[in-house]
């Protein structure tokens, strides 16, 4: 059991660039989220979506889009890096509200 | 709209002491509240929750957190702490229903010294 897969761990970006974090979860969970953690901010929630075919923006949506067209896949591309997407990100999912989140181990993304 | 408060972004104990660490929330609606734990270079992982009913709610780990409506808080507590917790713990709130949206705290990262 996987649970919750997040490639590559790693990216340098150059400035301008665009690029796809992947993430994949074997759970048949529904719902499914992007964070970025920046140190002293938490996390904030960037995408979120309740099912295949939806999706709806967090608290800052800006400079990254989102499909699911799957249930199991939930990737998020990075339009055209700046160096303020500089961050960890993580992606997570669950079966419902009530059980709470289980998180990928996430992507360091370095913009340059 | 949903948002979390943790006071102290770094609290520091003894080895054996009793940990508190705080949250507040604020929500329209009756809340789901989550404590996430996040050890260096790793994912988050969940700690204990509180949906409905028992408003004392234990996890794992021997934390536990009270649900206090009237304070719009749900702190966490271990009364003995170990150098093993030692890390950082995010508190987060949802609004439930079909929503699928959980909000997080900034964090406090807790230290233990021997």
């Known amino acids: 059991n996987a649970g919750v897969t997040q490639t590559p761990k790693f990216q340098v970006l150059k400035t301008g660039q665009s690029m796809t974090l992947q993430c994949a979860q074997d759970?048949?969970?529904?719902?499914m989220s992007w964070y970025r953690q920046d140190p002293g901010m938490g996390l904030r929630l960037i995408h979120y979506?309740?099912?295949?075919?939806?999706?709806d923006q967090g608290e800052v949506p800006n400079g990254y889009n989102v499909s699911r067209s799957t249930t199991e896949d939930f990737p998020l591309r990075l339009l055209s890096a700046a160096p303020s997407q500089t961050s960890v990100y993580f992606c997570a999912s669950t079966r419902g509200s009530l059980r709470g989140y289980t998180f990928g181990s996430g992507t360091r993304l370095t913009v340059v | 709209a949903q948002s979390v408060t943790q006071l102290g972004s770094h609290v520091s104990v003894s080895e054996g002491a009793l940990v508190l660490l705080r949250c507040n929330y604020s929500s329209s609606v009756p809340p789901y509240l989550f404590w996430y734990v996040q050890y260096p270079n790793q994912g988050l992982q969940l700690l204990l929750k509180y949906t409905t009913g028992a408003t004392l709610v234990k996890g794992i780990n021997g934390f536990e957190a009270e649900f206090k409506k009237s304070e719009t808080s749900f702190h966490l507590t271990k009364p003995s702490a170990h150098m093993s917790d030692a890390a950082e713990y995010f508190c987060?709130?949802?609004?439930?229903?079909?929503?699928?949206?959980?909000?997080f705290g900034q964090g406090t990262t807790l230290q233990v010294k021997p």
């Open positions: 987060a709130v949802s609004e439930g229903g079909n929503t699928g949206k959980l909000i």
């Open positions: 979506s309740v099912g295949a075919g939806i999706t």
């Open positions: 759970m048949n969970h529904e719902y």
